[in-house]
């Protein structure tokens, strides 16, 4: 080691790698729960208007009918996301703003110690579970473990 280096921390170090673990996690679940309705609204309105585009040709040739096996590669899809694109845009907006609680208070509970920000981060990571679901809430997996292990094993703090 050289003189002008600072001493290793080991405890900087195990709070830095659980904030990119949170942070990186977190991030994941808020895009998953923001894109996900865009996208599914998105796969709707273009079933709709391939609906309507094919019509006429399923008239001309005869092959007039059900039109819901006129786009089977899409309504695979749709069924594939599975219902949680049908849930109410409250509770997903609520579990993204959990979310965001959670990060904020893990962030706090790292710079100032103490075991009650860690105990609010992991509560409101699982509200943030339980308002979207389980399929959506995957990614938040790695986060609420990381917070229980911070609660369980908080790291010391700095010297300074």
């Given amino acids: 080691m050289q003189p002008d280096e600072p001493p290793h921390n080991p405890a900087a170090r195990q709070r830095q790698v659980g904030l990119i673990i949170v942070a990186t996690c977190t991030s994941m679940s ?14 709707n309105l273009l079933r709709d208007i391939l609906g309507v585009l094919i019509l006429p040709f399923s008239f001309m040739f005869g092959l007039g009918g059900d039109t819901q096996a006129q786009s089977p590669a899409l309504l695979r899809l749709l069924s594939d996301m599975g219902l949680q694109t049908q849930l109410h845009p409250l509770r997903l907006g609520g579990a993204a703003v959990l979310e965001l609680v959670a990060v904020f ?18 509560a409101a990571s699982a509200g943030a579970i339980v308002l979207s679901g389980l399929p959506l809430a995957t990614p938040l997996l790695p986060a609420i473990l990381t917070e229980g292990v911070f609660l369980l094993n908080p790291p010391s703090p700095d010297p300074d």
């Fill in 105 to 122: 208070l893990f962030v706090i509970a790292e710079r100032l110690g103490g075991r009650t920000g860690y105990v609010g981060a992991c």
């Fill in 30 to 43: 808020l895009a998953i729960l923001v894109l996900l309705p865009l996208v599914s609204g998105l796969i």
